[in-house]
Structures are given as C-alpha cells and as structure tokens.
C-alpha cells in the first residue's frame, strides 16, 4: 500500500507525453519541492 497524506491539484493541463520527468520538474517548479508521500494530479491535453 502507497501512502498519501495529501493530493495537490495543477490547474494547468501537462502534455502527457512528455514523460514523468517533466511532470516532475514541473511540480518543483510550481510547488518548490517534490514532498513525499503526496499524490500530485494533472489534466491531460486533449487533441493538442
């Protein structure tokens, strides 16, 4: 069982093919760390 104490929303969809790394790099640059045990969720772009 993964442990999540919170779950942080983007507002901004995030091209998902882009890969993990930059939906990484792109939590850091929003919320100024990857914390553990935090779900972080993000809209796909749809026919972009």
Known sequence: ???ID???MAVEP???RAGTASG???VVKVFG???P???NLFA???GG
């Open 24 to 26: 990484l790099a792109r």
């Open 1 to 3: 069982m993964i442990r």
């Open 37 to 39: 045990h935090t779900a």
């Open 44 to 46: 796909a772009i749809v």
């Open 14 to 16: 995030l091209d998902m």
């Open 6 to 8: 919170s779950v942080w």
């Open 33 to 35: 760390a990857a914390h």
